[in-house]
């Protein structure tokens, strides 16, 4: 199961049918006859009685922890026929537990008597293990951690200001922010902006085009910047996912179409227009945003506008997050692997009122396998109540970000209704990304020479030159015609740059695909045709004309800074250089950057003549978008790319290239002349933590043999994690509750990443190779607690060894190949511990 429900009602569901199932476990701990025994034995708590069936020790499987043997099953108890009696041979450590009913130690599945819902429990053998903390689980559905604005520290202009201005206080004070042009807050905000664009513009002054630091011109900085191997961003434009509602299924009238090919148009809200209307380039551009489909839509099912989840007869449950599968409400055959799905809240998990729905409770992902059918090739059912089921499972990268509320309860002031749904799936989804495709637009044909060389002057005389008079054949001397510049302007503006969604895979998940791409991953979305009277060529865009052939039929977009874009085209030389009177239809898209960061639910149009489809939205707000480099940005970067080392010659070197790998957060470095060269021992630490596995070690490896010095060898060592042994003794205030703050203590000196997104103090990326661990900041951390007076260290040393008392020098130290661990885990106390000692309080 993937639901938490407060409610546990499938028990009652299944009690009185023909199928059983696990009613609890009980453990037999103090209770037991003699010490021995002491939870070895479990009682097995049927809901309805055996009726006949008889378990033995094939049928009983656990999982988790410590390896436990069954040795053998009893059927019956003090003339409870429902209680089955297991014994083991050993008990089994802290860690949860999980009793599964299978058919045989063959075949996982439970038997066809028992429900398969109920035919797993996980329990504890130390149950009855004493502990300060109420066992009662929050139901309530956590509440999302409050979102800060990024603060853009290079923003260089008006406007670049002025949006960084308004978004830090559309957060810090919404009620300030208004964004209205006549409000004094944006008066305010235009004021500050001006200022801060003044004295940039001051630090970069412009002189002339022929200095980087003094040039205005973009196109001039991208050309400069390109002697060092800088590549200008030229930003992305922004995607979302929007969902089609249909009144009926819409299929395409041949397996070989479709009904929603790639590239139409959705638009925000026009006035005056239905939901769908035929496309109209000049209508379109009336609307506040144009987005285009990424992708062909091969169908759209009516069934798929709102399906609901099924709680297998439990109520107030919820999706946990890193949820990757849920069971749908009813039979959906149509819902295929490599759709995407959006899950969606569409009332107030406490109010429930549709008002109250949360926008940022929505969640899109693509399916990876559904079940629809069972093995019979009928509908797929839930055993119990016969209800028709579908059950899906999405991709791992699209894991819940946080909780999805399915039903829940109202507050008492609400009078304490219970609500069902909360949120739903939605289908007929397609991605979709910010462009207007504009056709066939003419430009100028390339013009004649009207400029030449004085005769015997240049590049084919000079070649001439280098001939004998047999090969020339003392040709007399000709003007060499000078073939002119063209660059022809395009006539909107910005040119859309979008990344190849996919071009590595048919199906990308839904994560990837809102990310922002870095500037190496886009292209722009412009095509052109060429017309020289003879032949019809096509020519495609580059990022760079130098690393072409004189025969390519390539070219290059360039932006200007106001967004103008032209083209250049090669010399034949570097591209081919396209003949006079050639004409040329572009088709491109214009759109980019956070001008298409529209919100959810602002799409409202398909230009596409398609009836049958009702509404048109957009699910999740545009994201992902990034607006084109500034010229202050180039100027800042630019001259520092061909700084970066990428050869290692120090230690440093080696410390800096090996946290390019993403899993690495550190690593030191050691020289060791081995007898006949010297050798680099590199010792990795990796992130979130313990332990390098073999192919991360290879990885790092091959890494350095890209930067490596010759007859310089390099070895990657492992870490050595050492144990610690901590123990705080706290003074508690009066009337500070001990169970309360003990249990804050624990979260803060936690190996785990918290709720808030920080890491515990005791997290593994907390410690580093070599580091000296100091007592102070722990006693200071503790010290800080609401609720506590004081504390102090009575025990702080490596695990098992008094000799490493660092109570005296309030510190330990670490060898440069040493980590310290602390996991704090029971079951493997030889992890290392922390303890608390807590004294006062109630």
Request: with cysteine; proline share 6%; glycine share 6%.
């Given at each position: 199961?993937?639901?938490?429900?407060?409610?546990?009602?499938?028990?009652?569901a299944?009690?009185?049918?023909?199928?059983?199932?696990?009613?609890?476990?009980?453990?037999?701990?103090?209770?037991?006859?003699?010490?021995?025994?002491?939870?070895?034995?479990?009682?097995?708590?049927?809901?309805?009685?055996?009726?006949?069936?008889?378990?033995?020790?094939?049928?009983?499987r656990?999982?988790?922890?410590?390896?436990?043997?069954?040795?053998?099953?009893?059927?019956?108890?003090?003339?409870?026929?429902?209680?089955?009696?297991?014994?083991?041979?050993?008990?089994?450590?802290?860690?949860?537990?999980?009793?599964?009913?299978?058919?045989?130690?063959?075949?996982?599945?439970?038997?066809?008597?028992f429900?398969?819902?109920?035919?797993?429990?996980?329990?504890?053998?130390?149950?009855?293990?004493?502990?300060?903390?109420d066992?009662?689980?929050?139901?309530?559905c956590?509440?999302?951690?409050?979102?800060?604005t990024?603060?853009?520290?290079?923003?260089?202009?008006?406007?670049?200001?002025?949006?960084?201005m308004?978004d830090?206080?559309?957060?810090?004070?919404?009620?300030?922010?208004?964004?209205?042009?006549?409000?004094?807050?944006?008066?305010?905000?235009?004021?500050?902006?001006?200022?801060?664009?003044?004295?940039?513009?001051?630090?970069?002054?412009?002189?002339?085009?022929?200095?980087?630091?003094?040039?205005?011109?973009?196109?001039?900085?991208?050309?400069?910047?390109?002697?060092?191997?800088?590549?200008?961003?030229?930003?992305?434009?922004?995607?979302?996912?929007?969902?089609?509602s249909?009144?009926?299924?819409?299929?395409?009238?041949?397996?070989?179409?479709?009904?929603?090919?790639q590239g139409?148009?959705?638009?925000?809200r026009?006035?005056?227009?239905?939901?769908?209307?035929?496309?109209?380039?000049?209508?379109?551009?009336?609307?506040?945003?144009?987005?285009?489909?990424?992708?062909?839509?091969?169908?759209?099912?009516?069934?798929?506008?709102?399906?609901?989840?099924?709680?297998?007869?439990?109520?107030?449950?919820?999706?946990?997050?890193?949820?990757?599968?849920?069971?749908?409400?009813?039979?959906?055959?149509?819902?295929?692997?490599?759709?995407?799905?959006?899950?969606?809240?569409?009332?107030?998990?406490?109010?429930?009122?549709?008002?109250?729905a949360?926008?940022?409770?929505?969640?899109?992902?693509?399916?990876?396998?559904?079940?629809?059918?069972?093995e019979?090739g009928?509908?797929?059912?839930?055993?119990?109540?016969?209800?028709?089921?579908?059950?899906?499972?999405?991709?791992?990268?699209?894991?819940?970000?946080?909780?999805?509320?399915?039903?829940?309860?109202?507050?008492?002031?609400?009078?304490?209704?219970y609500?069902?749904?909360?949120?739903?799936?939605?289908?007929?989804?397609?991605?979709?990304?910010?462009?207007?495709?504009?056709?066939?637009?003419?430009?100028?044909?390339?013009?004649?020479?009207?400029?030449?060389?004085?005769?015997?002057?240049?590049?084919?005389?000079?070649?001439r030159?280098s001939?004998?008079?047999?090969?020339?054949?003392?040709?007399?001397?000709?003007?060499?015609?000078?073939?002119?510049?063209?660059q022809?302007?395009?006539?909107?503006?910005?040119?859309?740059?979008?990344?190849?969604?996919?071009?590595?895979?048919?199906?990308?998940?839904?994560?990837?695909?809102?990310?922002?791409?870095?500037?190496?991953?886009?292209y722009?979305?412009?095509?052109?045709?060429?017309?020289?009277?003879?032949?019809?060529?096509?020519?495609?865009?580059?990022?760079?004309?130098?690393?072409?052939d004189?025969?390519?039929?390539?070219?290059?977009?360039?932006?200007e800074?106001?967004?103008?874009?032209?083209?250049?085209?090669?010399?034949?030389?570097?591209?081919?250089?396209?003949?006079?009177?050639?004409?040329?239809?572009?088709?491109?898209?214009?759109?980019?950057?956070?001008?298409?960061?529209?919100?959810?639910?602002?799409?409202?149009?398909?230009?596409?003549?398609?009836?049958?489809?009702t509404?048109?939205?957009?699910?999740?707000?545009?994201?992902?978008?990034?607006?084109?480099?500034?010229?202050?940005?180039?100027?800042?970067?630019?001259?520092?790319?061909?700084?970066?080392?990428?050869?290692?010659?120090?230690?440093?070197?080696?410390?800096?290239?090996?946290?390019?790998?993403?899993?690495?957060?550190?690593?030191?470095?050691?020289?060791?002349?081995?007898?006949?060269?010297?050798?680099?021992?590199?010792?990795?630490?990796?992130?979130?933590?313990?332990?390098?596995?073999d192919?991360?070690?290879?990885?790092?490896?091959?890494?350095?043999?890209?930067?490596?010095?010759?007859?310089?060898?390099?070895?990657?060592?492992?870490?050595?994690?050492?144990?610690?042994?901590?123990?705080?003794?706290?003074c508690?205030?009066?009337?500070?509750?001990?169970?309360?703050?003990?249990?804050?203590?624990?979260?803060?000196?936690?190996?785990?990443?918290?709720?808030?997104?920080?890491l515990?103090?005791?997290?593994?990326d907390?410690?580093?190779a070599?580091?000296?661990?100091?007592?102070?900041?722990?006693?200071?951390?503790?010290?800080?607690?609401?609720?506590?007076?004081?504390?102090?260290?009575?025990?702080?040393?490596?695990?098992?060894?008094?000799?490493?008392?660092?109570l005296?020098?309030r510190?330990?130290?670490?060898?440069?190949?040493?980590i310290?661990?602390?996991d704090?885990?029971?079951?493997?106390?030889?992890?290392g511990v922390?303890?608390?000692?807590?004294?006062?309080?109630?």
């Amino acid at each position: 199961m993937i639901y938490f429900c407060c409610d546990r009602r499938r028990r009652e569901a299944v009690r009185g049918t023909s199928l059983n199932g696990i009613d609890f476990v009980e453990v037999l701990d103090r209770a037991a006859a003699v010490p021995q025994d002491r939870q070895r034995f479990l009682h097995l708590h049927l809901v309805n009685a055996p009726n006949g069936l008889v378990l033995d020790a094939d049928n009983i499987r656990l999982e988790g922890g410590a390896a436990v043997e069954v040795i053998c099953v009893t059927m019956g108890l003090d003339g409870q026929t429902n209680v089955v009696v297991i014994e083991l041979a050993q008990p089994g450590d802290f860690s949860p537990y999980t009793l599964n009913i299978v058919t045989s130690t063959l075949n996982p599945a439970p038997p066809t008597s028992f429900d398969p819902v109920l035919s797993s429990i996980t329990f504890s053998f130390k149950v009855e293990c004493p502990t300060p903390f109420d066992c009662l689980s929050d139901c309530d559905c956590p509440d999302d951690p409050a979102l800060d604005t990024d603060i853009d520290y290079t923003a260089r202009d008006f406007h670049s200001f002025r949006r960084m201005m308004l978004d830090h206080m559309a957060i810090a004070s919404p009620s300030f922010a208004t964004g209205h042009p006549a409000d004094l807050s944006s008066a305010l905000v235009d004021i500050l902006a001006y200022t801060a664009d003044q004295i940039a513009y001051q630090q970069d002054a412009a002189q002339t085009e022929a200095y980087l630091h003094h040039a205005r011109s973009r196109i001039s900085l991208s050309r400069l910047t390109r002697i060092v191997d800088y590549a200008v961003d030229e930003g992305c434009n922004a995607r979302c996912f929007c969902h089609l509602s249909v009144s009926s299924d819409v299929l395409p009238m041949a397996p070989s179409t479709v009904v929603v090919p790639q590239g139409s148009a959705v638009c925000t809200r026009l006035n005056e227009q239905p939901v769908t209307f035929a496309r109209d380039d000049a209508l379109l551009m009336k609307s506040r945003a144009v987005y285009e489909t990424c992708h062909d839509v091969a169908g759209l099912f009516a069934a798929h506008n709102e399906m609901l989840f099924y709680t297998w007869s439990d109520a107030r449950c919820h999706l946990p997050r890193g949820a990757t599968q849920a069971t749908l409400a009813g039979h959906l055959p149509d819902l295929d692997a490599g759709m995407y799905l959006a899950i969606e809240e569409i009332t107030g998990a406490n109010t429930g009122n549709h008002a109250d729905a949360v926008i940022d409770h929505r969640h899109v992902v693509l399916l990876t396998e559904t079940q629809a059918f069972d093995e019979g090739g009928d509908p797929l059912t839930d055993p119990v109540t016969g209800d028709e089921i579908t059950l899906i499972h999405w991709h791992a990268r699209d894991a819940l970000r946080a909780p999805v509320c399915v039903s829940s309860e109202t507050s008492i002031e609400e009078g304490r209704r219970y609500i069902e749904p909360v949120s739903v799936a939605r289908g007929n989804m397609v991605l979709v990304d910010h462009g207007q495709t504009l056709s066939n637009e003419t430009l100028p044909s390339v013009p004649e020479p009207y400029l030449a060389w004085a005769p015997g002057k240049g590049r084919e005389a000079i070649q001439r030159k280098s001939g004998n008079c047999a090969e020339t054949g003392c040709e007399p001397r000709q003007a060499e015609l000078l073939p002119p510049r063209y660059q022809p302007h395009l006539a909107y503006a910005p040119l859309t740059f979008s990344p190849d969604y996919f071009a590595q895979s048919e199906t990308i998940a839904a994560s990837d695909v809102l990310r922002t791409p870095i500037p190496a991953d886009t292209y722009p979305n412009i095509a052109l045709q060429s017309d020289d009277g003879m032949e019809t060529l096509s020519y495609e865009p580059v990022r760079d004309i130098l690393a072409s052939d004189s025969a390519a039929r390539v070219f290059k977009p360039e932006v200007e800074r106001d967004g103008a874009v032209s083209l250049r085209f090669g010399d034949n030389v570097f591209g081919r250089r396209p003949l006079s009177g050639t004409a040329f239809l572009a088709t491109y898209r214009v759109g980019i950057g956070s001008a298409g960061h529209i919100g959810a639910d602002k799409l409202h149009h398909l230009a596409l003549a398609l009836p049958e489809v009702t509404a048109v939205r957009n699910i999740t707000a545009g994201a992902g978008g990034r607006n084109p480099e500034t010229n202050a940005n180039i100027r800042k970067r630019a001259p520092f790319l061909f700084k970066t080392q990428e050869r290692a010659v120090t230690r440093e070197d080696y410390k800096t290239l090996g946290q390019r790998l993403a899993w690495i957060q550190a690593v030191s470095c050691a020289y060791v002349h081995t007898g006949s060269w010297i050798t680099t021992f590199a010792l990795p630490d990796p992130k979130d933590r313990v332990g390098m596995l073999d192919e991360q070690r290879t990885e790092l490896r091959h890494h350095y043999e890209k930067y490596r010095l010759a007859a310089h060898d390099v070895e990657v060592s492992t870490p050595v994690y050492v144990p610690l042994e901590i123990t705080l003794h706290v003074c508690l205030a009066k009337n500070a509750s001990k169970s309360h703050v003990q249990q804050v203590l624990l979260k803060l000196f936690s190996a785990k990443r918290l709720t808030n997104g920080r890491l515990g103090l005791l997290h593994p990326d907390q410690f580093r190779a070599g580091q000296t661990l100091h007592l102070s900041p722990l006693i200071a951390a503790a010290q800080n607690v609401e609720g506590v007076i004081a504390a102090k260290a009575t025990r702080f040393r490596r695990f098992g060894d008094p000799r490493t008392s660092g109570l005296s020098e309030r510190k330990l130290k670490f060898s440069r190949t040493e980590i310290a661990r602390v996991d704090n885990d029971m079951s493997h106390p030889g992890n290392g511990v922390f303890l608390l000692d807590m004294e006062g309080g109630r």
